[in-house]
């Protein structure tokens, strides 16, 4: 036996230290449990997007396709690559750059988002936050802390305010084009389930079923001019892109 074969002989017969043996046994566990559980769903991707409606939109999605919720590492670092998935508010397009979705999968799978007017969106994380996470201040303080020390979108679910990014930054690939084939309206909801009950034959859709509504300590009709010129600030892309109209007169 030469040196060379000798030596990969010798590393091939090295114990596996406990640790790694069981985090490379966990993790082929539930890669396995992942690539069962998805078995016979379709290749698709739903790109959600805190507070639209995506909590009520994946139940059913679940219900009717069997859609997993991948939005935590354990989960989407052993994603098979095939099935009905969402990875939550993790950021997808950094979960493609990092090879955690396959780019075959990507290529081959349905894709899409549901967006919202973002005066109602705002409100919306803020009476969320407000309940979920803790946040103390009032609204007008709010919407300055979303305007100067919201955190980036990326590899988590949510930190600190990231939830609060407009909503194109979940949307936009390399090269500026959107990443979802269709992106729905929550105004138009049930424009979005015929289409979806189409894509995915199902012959008679059940109504979504709203979930995760949160109580309400503000909405649009509290928003003074101030509070106005700064979501038109802030969301500003996603007035141009996602086709909503601002408001410019108070």
């Known amino acids: 036996m ?3 074969r000798l030596s990969k002989f010798r590393k091939a017969q090295m114990p596996i230290s406990p640790l790694k043996d069981s985090l490379y046994r966990s993790r082929t566990i539930r890669w396995a449990t992942q690539a069962m559980l998805l078995r016979g769903t379709p ?6 997007i805190p507070k639209t409606a995506g909590t009520s939109l994946y ?8 859609m997993r919720k991948m939005n935590v590492p354990r989960d989407y670092s052993t994603f098979p ?3 009905a998935a969402t990875f939550g508010h993790v ?3 950094s979960l493609l750059y990092q090879g955690f979705v396959p780019q075959s999968f990507h290529d081959r799978a349905y894709r899409f988002a549901m967006v919202r007017n973002p005066y109602s969106r705002i409100a919306s994380l803020y009476n969320y936050l407000r309940i979920d996470q803790g946040y103390a201040g009032e609204f007008p303080a709010f919407v300055e802390d979303v305007r100067l020390n919201r955190p980036p979108v990326g590899l988590y679910n949510h930190r600190g305010l990231s939830q609060t990014n407009p909503q194109v930054d979940w949307l936009m690939g390399w090269n500026g084009a959107f990443l979802a084939d269709n992106i729905f309206k929550v105004e138009e909801m049930d424009t979005a389930i015929a289409c979806l009950a189409q894509q ?4 008679t859709p059940p109504p979504v079923e709203s979930r995760n509504v949160s109580k309400k300590f503000v909405s649009v009709e509290d928003f003074d001019h101030e509070t106005i010129e700064k979501v038109n600030e802030i969301y500003a892309r996603d007035f141009a892109l996602l086709e909503y109209d601002r408001i410019t007169d108070t």
């Open 81 to 83: 690559g095939h099935g």
């Open 91 to 93: 950021h997808y397009l």
């Open 200 to 203: 995915f034959h199902i012959a």
């Open 2 to 4: 030469d040196v060379k």
């Open 59 to 66: 139940h059913w999605l679940h219900d009717n396709i069997g």
């Open 43 to 48: 290749d698709c991707v739903f790109i959600w």
